[in-house]
């Protein structure tokens, strides 16, 4: 089975950079599109960033985009999210997501979830 595994969140002041990790296992991890949602208390989950298969083209929401980079390491069988630049409406549990496929598009849901790692954002 596949499993993601988020690490890098913490507590931070706005303004400041934090990079979240994903280390993703049990299929070929280069041949699939990867993403990352979040999903802050009371509302709901909400595309973040995605990235392509084999290092393809990337997609970011625009609420971060500009401040995000989506970046994988298919020798390391990782995704990460550079976030820069934080506001305090960023604070909310950052998840990672795998696709069932090389393309991500609108829309388009994950097939694995990780467990989430915390984004906390002070003013």
């Known amino acids: 089975q596949v499993q993601l595994v988020e690490s890098g969140g913490g507590l931070v002041q706005a303004g400041d950079s934090l990079r979240l990790s994903c280390a993703a296992s049990?299929?070929?991890?280069?041949?699939?599109?990867m993403g990352w949602f979040r999903q802050a208390p009371g509302k709901e989950r909400e595309f973040v960033a995605a990235?392509?298969?084999?290092?393809?083209?990337?997609y970011y929401a625009d609420s971060n985009k500009g401040r995000f980079t989506i970046s994988r390491d298919n020798a390391k069988n990782t995704v990460y999210l550079q976030m820069n630049s934080l506001k305090t409406e960023d604070t909310a549990v950052y998840y990672c997501?795998?696709?069932?496929?090389?393309?991500?598009?609108?829309?388009?849901?994950?097939?694995?979830w990780g467990q989430g790692t915390q984004v906390t954002v002070s003013s």
């Open positions: 990235i392509n298969g084999r290092g393809g083209a990337t």
């Open positions: 997501a795998g696709y069932s496929d090389a393309w991500y598009w609108r829309g388009h849901p994950p097939g694995y």
């Open positions: 049990g299929r070929t991890f280069s041949t699939y599109a």
